[in-house]
């Protein structure tokens, strides 16, 4: 009984804190399916900021178009609820015109993979010091199920009725080679997992990216008959494969396995610092004439 007291005080206490960053009177009941992995998400994002003893002003969250770019609309933060695939964007400009704020940007595959794109690889790039959580469930959730930049090949949707014959993008590995500093994967299944992954990602100099594996059953599930929200989420359980342990393994056990964690970390400099540093060159230079 008594171990069952303090698990059930635990539970309370992470109740409190979600609460604490919520904006109660905005558009509650939510918009999401019973079931969406958009709330997990939201959580474990609270709590990361929570643990890291952020003032609620000094944090920034963008979004673009999208169901998880809704998550936003009920934090209380600083929120940008922009244009679809911009989020990465206006993002830029708040960080570059206050760089002392923590700056994260919540998307989905297709909001930043597809006409989003552009953006997300020119940030990696620069390696402009903002956070990037990606929520992948693989398929345009919100506009009617159409097939992403990262549906797998072969998958149906309603605009790939005959099954998706494109390749799908592997975004952290695109991240990676486009100059991110920290870059990792985490689910909605493995949700304290996530939630580090996400703290580290916010305290990292640069640009950090955590993409989060989620599912949409409502599209993507229904029409592949991979069930509903508790088989789509358990599938996450069964394939998904800590690096440590990933690394250690043959290419042929990896096969319809995927890999979570840390995926690549690196130190590189700036943009904001770097630009900064252009700044005083020049005014010294004027300084001199």
């Keep these: 009984m008594e171990k069952e007291a303090v698990v059930k005080e635990k539970e309370v206490q992470r109740s409190n804190v ?22 997990i998400v939201m959580g474990a994002l609270i709590r990361a900021i929570d643990k890291l003893k952020l003032d609620k002003n000094d944090v920034v969250v963008v979004s673009g178009i999208g169901c998880s770019s809704r998550i936003p609309v009920y934090l209380d933060f600083n929120t940008l609820h922009t244009t679809h695939g911009r989020a990465i964007a206006f993002a830029t400009g708040v960080k570059v015109v206050k760089p002392r704020l923590k700056v994260i940007v919540i998307t989905g595959d297709g909001d930043a993979m597809a006409i989003g794109g552009n953006h997300f ?71 304290q997992q996530l939630e580090k992954l ?70 590189a400099t700036e943009f904001c610092e770097e630009y900064d540093k252009l700044v005083e060159r020049l005014k010294a230079k004027e300084a001199q004439k």
């Design 121 to 191: 690889i020119h940030a990696c790039r620069r390696n402009i010091d903002i956070t990037v959580v990606l929520v992948n469930n693989k398929i345009y959730g919100m506009t009617g199920g159409q097939f992403s930049p990262t549906t797998t090949a072969g998958a149906f949707a309603t605009t790939a009725p005959f099954g998706n014959y494109e390749k799908q993008f592997d975004i952290v590995k695109l991240a990676s080679a486009a100059g991110a500093s920290y870059v990792a994967r985490g689910t909605v299944y493995h949700e």
């Design 18 to 39: 979600v609460h604490h960053y919520l904006r109660p009177k905005k558009k509650f009941p939510n918009v999401w399916c019973a079931g969406c992995g958009n709330g």
């Design 198 to 267: 996400i703290e580290g990602a916010i305290v990292k100099r640069g640009f950090s990216l955590v993409e989060v594996v989620s599912n949409c059953h409502t599209y993507y599930g229904r029409l592949n008959r991979e069930g509903d929200a508790v088989a789509m989420i358990s599938w996450m359980k069964d394939h998904a494969m800590p690096i440590q342990a990933a690394v250690k393994l043959p290419p042929e056990k990896m096969v319809g396995k995927f890999v979570t964690g840390l995926i690549h970390e690196t130190d």
